[in-house]
């Protein structure tokens, strides 16, 4: 095998089990899928290491399957404790045994960060014998086709088998030695344990979750109960359980109760498997648009649900983000109804995005207003854990439609309640107009600040004392590991540039989420959009010659400012092609210049390796700056961005002119 091509493969490999690990582990251990921007804080941290140690006597790139399969069996012997209410954070979810939050993540930080500095360090030392931006470019390709394919067996349903199996294989056939058999024997565990798992009939995935069902018994009634990343999720109940039979008691049928007149047309966001729409169905509404974003779910609920809601013809099934379907359609209905849309997961491993969240801010409910007739109404229930959220969901709805929401308290745990709200009060049977029960009431979340479940503008203390080991540790491991720091302080200026680039592919991926849905594929295709970008900017610094950095930074500062001028809310008025173009060109103009900036410097190195691992360490330290914007909201994340290339302008700068000094010295 030539050494690009085992470069590129390599580099492949490197990307795909990165992704692979943020899902699995996300999976795994309960409610770590909150926390993946942790695996992705260990991968930069490894991959780091792994270049870093280039040039060590011992190679360590063979013991990559040892690594990641004492990653794996960790993972599945020690799941996390998370506490799903918090006075300054919820997580919809559970509360599951195992150790303790603050000591598994920062265990599985470092244990990732471990495994990926194993095969980081196969990259490395192929890496170096190439020019350095023939070398990025060949890590850049291997990237795109790593994502490429992980991507595919995202979108076949591909279990972890395939997952495992795949990195496995890449991970012996590259090592360029014959694999001893300690090494085989761990990638062998890696697949087997993987392999028991996919096999079983109760298990399945979907994009976004590994899903369980069981099926029982409820006083003769008939239950599949669903699981998703190991937390109950739904529950596929016939609609002729009686109420005091029944989970969720009578939510679903006091919605129409509520209702003065009978709906006709009803669009269901969170549509899951088919339950409401079956209560729909059932209290005679005539045409029913079911939302909902997971495939598999919605696979579940057409094959399993007693009541087979979604072989009626008078249902309309689409497989797509909510706040993306308001956004694109111009369908009116009698009844808006978001259906206990609760997701377990983040957007990306980058950002603190959940799938939801564009779903509860104040232009959601502008949006979900203009969809209705007129008295038409809008309804939204869920076990809500805390009064406090639902007092914010209220507030929302008020400043969203112009009038006091109704509010309906359900049982007396869980905080499950019944909002909803009408331009015309009349339209609705309200037994309990809101009345907010403290004195003050959380501000709305809004699109740039879209955390609904966050009480108030901080970063919560758990998250500081998380992210503070997560830095300790990484201190330690880099120096323990790679040997002294000293040689990166001469790429200080990649360095800064890498927290820089992270930021701006944060702001990236969270507005195209906005702008085109929180789906999977969105996300897949913007990192895809992204690697593309960076790979032209490095095409066209390797065959063209390149301004002097000032302009260069000139206008990745015109780009910065450019972006940061166009809210991207103004981007949602627009159709879908124009506003497809202008999100393009105000996302990835940026990264284009500052790729320009970064080839330009990478260039000339004296040590590709170890100004990359400065990169990448950057780029670790930019994901822990991603949770500023939990106080400041993502727009800002550009100020932070423009003042740590600044930093890094001024870097350079000053290594310029120590250069051209040490030159005009020697002559």
Known sequence: ?????????LSATMLFLELALIRWTGAEIFDLSHFTNFVLLGSFLGIGIGFLRSDATRDLSRWA??????????????????????DQLIFIGGTSSGLPMWISLPVIFVAVAAAM????????????????????????????????????????????????????????????????????????????????????????????YQLRTRAYEVSGFPVVQVWANGIPHQAIIPVSVPPDVSPSGDLYGRVYRRLNRAPEKVLIIGA??????????????????????????????????????YDDPRVHPFIDDGRAFLERRADTYDLVVFALPDSLTLVSGQSSLRLESYLFTVEAARAAREHLRPGGVFVEYNYYREQWLVDRLALTLQQGFGTTPCVESIGTSGHLALISASTDPSALTCPSPWNPAGATVPAPAVDDHPFPYLREPVIPTFYLATLSMVLLASLLLVRLTAGPMRPMLAYGDLFFMGAAFLLLETKNVVQFALL???????????????????FVAVQVARRVRLPRPEV????????????????????????LLPRFLAAVGLGFSPVFFANLVFAQRFR???????????????????GVMEYAALMTGYRALLLVVGGLYAVAFVLESRSRKAASTRLTASM
């Open 1 to 9: 095998m030539s050494q690009r091509l085992r470069l590129l493969l």
């Open 65 to 86: 399957p040892v690594a990641v399969c004492a990653l794996v069996l960790f993972v599945i012997a020690f799941p996390a404790q998370i506490d799903a209410g918090a």
């Open 117 to 208: 500095a194993t095969v980081a360090e196969g990259v490395a030392r192929v890496f170096v014998t190439f020019d350095p931006l023939e070398a990025y470019s060949l890590d850049i390709g291997g990237s795109i086709l790593g994502i490429v394919v992980f991507s595919l067996l995202s979108l076949v349903g591909a279990p972890p088998l395939a997952w495992g199996g795949v990195a496995m294989a890449m991970l012996l056939g590259l090592s360029g030695r014959r694999p001893r058999p300690l090494h085989l024997a761990a990638a062998l565990a890696v697949v087997t344990v993987l392999g028991v798992e996919s096999t079983r009939p109760d298990l399945s995935w979907s994009p976004y």
């Open 272 to 309: 899951g498997t088919g339950h409401d729409t079956a209560e729909a169905l059932s209290n005679g509404v005539r045409s029913v648009d079911a939302v909902e974003i997971d495939p598999r779910l919605y696979e579940i609920g057409r094959a399993q649900n007693p009541d087979h809601p």
């Open 516 to 534: 085109f849905g929180t789906t999977w594929l969105v996300n897949a295709l913007v990192f895809t959009g992204i690697l593309v970008s960076v």
């Open 552 to 575: 260069l930074y000139g206008g990745l500062l015109a780009a910065l400012v450019l972006a940061w001028a166009v809210p991207q809310e103004s981007l949602l008025s627009l159709d």
């Open 604 to 622: 000339d190195v004296a040590s590709s390796p170890v100004a990359f691992a400065a990169n990448l360490l950057g780029a670790m330290v930019g």
